[in-house]
């Protein structure tokens, strides 16, 4: 059975905390941005705040954790990165990214119809005793190369060493959990294998509330969004008159 | 990028990208190798010089290209663009047999007969065993003066037509005198003697082809009137307008007497930018 | 005949007319200045970072790209030129070859040393050849333009080597000459190599179905985008180097190519800018109709932010497109100096127009539904790099003129005499 990692976030649920950001910061050896309020930070994982543009009693507001898609189809950074450092992992579904390769041109972040991809503008730098904090599991990445989420991949690993260790072929899937996903109190992120019928996240995937961002590109995302709400949904298409704020 | 490299995928994709790489790449490269062997083959054989004469020809101002049968006054007006190289002009024969200008007084300068003269102002001269002997024509020994220092060839060594027969060196400035005709150097001279050169050409003398190329008769007076106005011009103080002159007698050793003139544009024009 | 090879007037053509040496240093004297300006600025940039420029995670790419585009595309005159002359034998732009090849070598060498800044691990240039991934334009664009500086600068290489000085060795002299007779393959090689980065550089943009602005549809695996760049790249080139030999005979205060090679060169681009704004004016309309809507795009949301608003269409088709086409076409042979080279600088601005219509206003432009329009405004130190390569340019191309033959007939007389 081949596997094809992917998520389904219910908007109804994410209340905007922000620990998804945290976690995903903490387990990826995320430098704290030297500037505040400049769009030089790394933020695999971005919670956007959303409105529905209207006042008073009818305004609502959604947020909305926006992440690397994963995208299945013509993957618009891999085909365009000109020394192959981004690739789809047939095994896995998930769109690796070798920081080693990476040259920093920066054109898969151009390619990006999501905009979740981040480039290392600065040198990273921890205040004094906070390197100790730092997840021995998952490489630093150095100034001048581009990096996304991807789906915890040293949690993967690990859980393939520990199904490994105990002489088993296959993880246990309780054993690979991204870090967005284990942080959300809400469990708004359900993570799972998409090509798996019996997936909780596949049913989920497919129910009606379901949907992707800018489906029309084609880029087949795997990360699906749902909502119970008619103007959430609505946003899935390229809309310009929705009010932005940055969350 | 390679085949052995890590990760290299063997699609039609790459296959076709790579070729065309390479076969820019290749095309490239050839191109710059078979410039730099043909030019060490041609330094090896003796064309070097023909080359250099061509380029430093292609340089001189149409004033100074006057095909030798216009100074010979055998036609109004002509334009060399061959080299000066009448053995390959093909209408070398045509202008050759019409009347040339009446020969009149040499002017006092001492241009004998039986020698025959380059455009750089050497002339050559048939010995009896068959070698000839180079020296400067007298208009250059005005010119010069007595050298400070020359610098002459080996004996034995080749040297080609209108490269360098043997440098000179006067007030700090280098000419470089121009060869009359190509052959291999029997004996130097020196301008006590009044030649600088003992040639055995390369070609045969009987044959006119040889000589062809030469100044004699009618066309020198006509060369050495060019010459001398020229040399007006460019000898003149600066701030004067050339004025109308009779040509009168040169002084000898002009470098001397005139130190302040643009030696450097002199010297070029007369032994052609050697 | 050196009377010591030390001064500098042995260095320039017997008989040419250039200024005096303390002169011509006065004129590089501030061109010398933002040069150094500009590696400073580039300087900071390798060593801090790039965070030295204002360019941020939704603008990826910023001045130097637009820049980049520009110049690249500004340079074709170079291997157009050398295509008619020596592939067509168009020989009454010969006298312009020179100074074709030398603007060439320039806006590349300059475009390869900004984007040497440009990426963040500047090292790693190698793993493009090492791992190349076919797929993608840039791949394509390095492959292209490293071979093309390569055959620029061997085309460059005989211009040297014809320095008064230099040729009086003969072994340069002779290699001169040899190299000389193989141009035509140079500019072949040449030709091949330009036809296929001025694409991919319009390719780049083309692809990007992320980026509805800049997304197209083609012919196989090339965008529209791929051919319209080479159309404006060889529309533009000429207009280029018209205005390039326009202001060197300004510098040096004397005709430098006779008449009929700037209306040559004006009819040239004229056409082609034709053939180019037709063709651009199809692709927009196709690609408002028919692509942005098919992926979720409508077109009025291209033009409703200022400044980009629907005006910037009409002055880059109409104004720079085809009031300069007709002005280039149909009036280059009565026209004046004057009128035939502010059509030239109309589509060279066309053209800068179009590049930075493709490079920052597609990234400015949102793509999710909660995106903002976003502002950019390039730091010093990118103003100040590239400044600086513009100083190069005007230095590199001083020199060549004081003392290379540069233009054949420049010595007035009006001969000429080739040496093969």
């Not at chain 2, 002084?251 to 052609?272: K, Q, R």
């Not at chain 3, 204002?54 to 603008?59: I, V």
């Amino acid at each position: 059975m081949s596997t094809r990692y992917g998520m389904v976030i219910d908007l109804d649920r994410c209340t905007g905390c922000g620990a998804c950001m945290v976690a995903c910061a903490a387990e990826n050896n995320v430098p704290p941005l030297p500037q505040a309020g400049s769009r030089t930070g790394l933020t695999p994982m971005l919670v956007r705040a959303v409105s529905n543009g209207m006042e008073g009693q009818a305004r609502r507001e959604v947020f909305i954790p926006i992440l690397c898609m994963h995208c299945e189809h013509e993957t618009p950074c891999v085909s365009v990165c000109p020394q192959q450092a981004v690739e789809l992992d047939q095994g896995t579904g998930i769109v690796m990214q070798m920081p080693q390769r990476c040259l920093g041109c920066r054109y898969c972040m151009t390619a990006c119809p999501y905009h979740a991809r981040y480039f290392n503008w600065w040198d990273p730098a921890w205040p004094q005793g906070m390197e100790k904090s730092l997840n021995p599991g998952v490489a630093v990445r150095m100034r001048g190369v581009v990096e996304k989420c991807n789906l915890c991949h040293a949690r993967l690993h690990s859980a393939k060493e520990r199904a490994a260790a105990s002489g088993k072929r296959e993880i246990d899937p309780a054993d690979y959990i991204p870090a967005c996903v284990e942080a959300c109190p809400t469990a708004a992120i359900q993570f799972g294998n998409l090509a798996d019928k019996d997936d909780l996240v596949f049913r989920e995937a497919h129910s009606a509330d379901a949907f992707r961002f800018l489906e029309r590109i084609g880029t087949e995302p795997k990360v699906y969004y749902k909502s119970r709400e008619a103007w959430v949904r609505a946003l899935k298409e390229s809309v310009s008159e929705v009010e932005v704020k940055r969350g | 990028m390679f085949p052995w490299t890590d990760g290299f995928r063997w699609t039609l994709n790459h296959i076709i990208f790579l070729s065309l790489f390479f076969a820019v790449l290749l095309t490239t490269v050839t191109t710059v190798f078979s410039a730099l062997w043909r030019a060490v083959h041609v330094l090896q054989t003796h064309s070097a010089a023909e080359i250099c004469w061509k380029a430093a020809f292609a340089e001189l101002p149409d004033s100074e290209r006057s095909c030798r049968h216009e100074l010979a006054g055998r036609v109004i007006s002509r334009k060399c663009d061959n080299a000066f190289d009448c053995r390959r002009c093909s209408q070398y024969s045509q202008f050759a047999v019409l009347p040339a200008a009446e020969t009149g007084a040499d002017m006092g300068f001492h241009y004998p007969k039986n020698r025959f003269y380059h455009r750089g102002h050497t002339w050559v001269e048939l010995q009896e065993d068959g070698t000839l002997t180079v020296g400067l024509d007298e208009l250059a020994e005005h010119l010069i003066g007595s050298p400070d220092s020359f610098e002459m060839p080996e004996v034995g060594s080749e040297i080609e037509l209108n490269g360098t027969a043997w440098r000179m060196k006067k007030n700090g400035k280098e000419i470089q005198i121009r060869a009359p005709i190509e052959g291999k150097v029997v004996a130097t001279g020196s301008p006590e003697e009044g030649w600088y050169l003992k040639i055995r050409p390369r070609l045969d003398l009987g044959d006119p082809m040889t000589l062809r190329h030469l100044l004699r008769g009618a066309e020198i007076r006509g060369w050495l009137n060019r010459e001398l106005e020229r040399l007006q011009l460019q000898l003149r103080t600066p701030n004067t307008a050339p004025s109308l002159a009779d040509g009168g007698v040169l002084l000898d050793g002009l470098m001397d007497a005139l130190p302040e003139a643009d030696w450097e544009t002199v010297l070029a024009s007369t032994f052609l930018e050697g | 005949m050196a009377s010591t090879v030390f001064t500098d007037r042995q260095w320039i053509e017997r008989g040419a007319e250039r200024a005096s040496l303390s002169q011509f240093l006065l004129w590089l004297a501030p061109w010398v200045v933002v040069l150094a300006m500009g590696i400073y600025a580039g300087g900071l940039c390798l060593y801090y970072g790039l965070n030295q420029t204002n360019m941020d995670n939704r603008f990826a790419f910023g001045l130097w790209i637009f820049l980049d585009l520009s110049i690249i595309a500004l340079g074709a005159g170079a291997f157009f030129t050398g295509f008619l002359v020596y592939l067509l034998k168009r020989e009454e732009l010969r006298p312009i070859l020179n100074t074709a090849v030398v603007v060439g070598f320039i806006c590349y060498s300059g475009a390869v040393a900004i984007l040497m800044i440009d990426v963040g691990q500047p090292l790693r240039a190698w793993f493009t050849f090492w791992y190349p991934n076919t797929h993608s334009m840039l791949t394509e664009i390095t492959f292209c333009i490293t071979c093309y500086l390569l055959v620029l600068s061997i085309e460059y290489i005989p211009i040297l080597l014809r320095n008064r000085q230099l040729r009086k060795l003969p072994s340069f002299l002779v290699f001169e000459h040899q190299l000389h007779k193989l141009m035509p393959v140079l500019a072949g090689v040449g030709a091949f190599l330009s036809f296929f980065h001025q694409g991919s550089l319009g390719g780049l943009y083309g692809v990007l179905r992320g980026r509805p602005f800049a997304f197209r549809q083609g012919i196989f695996i090339w965008p529209s985008t791929f051919f319209l760049f080479i159309l404006s790249a060889i529309a533009s080139g000429p207009s280029f180097l018209m205005l390039v030999t326009a202001a060197a005979e300004k510098v040096a205060s004397k005709r430098l190519v006779p008449r009929d090679v700037f209306q040559r060169l004006a009819f040239i681009s004229g056409i082609l800018l034709n053939i180019y704004v037709t063709a651009k004016a199809i692709d927009t309309l196709i690609w408002l109709n028919i692509t942005s809507p098919s992926l979720g795009f409508a077109p009025r949301q291209f033009y409703m932010h200022r400044p980009f608003g629907t005006s910037l269409v009409f002055v880059e088709i109409v104004l720079f497109g085809l009031l300069p086409a007709f002005l280039l076409t149909y009036h280059s042979t009565a026209a004046g100096r004057g009128r035939l080279l502010s059509a030239a600088g109309l589509a060279c601005a066309g053209i800068v127009l179009n590049r930075f219509r493709l490079t920052v206003q597609t990234l400015a432009l949102p793509t999710l539904a909660f995106d903002p329009f976003l502002q950019y405004t390039p730091s010093w130190q990118e103003v100040a790099s590239f400044a600086g390569v513009v100083a190069y340019g005007v230095i590199v191309y001083s020199l060549s003129y004081r003392y290379l033959p540069l233009f054949v007939n420049a010595k007035g007389d009006g001969s000429h005499v080739s040496v093969d």
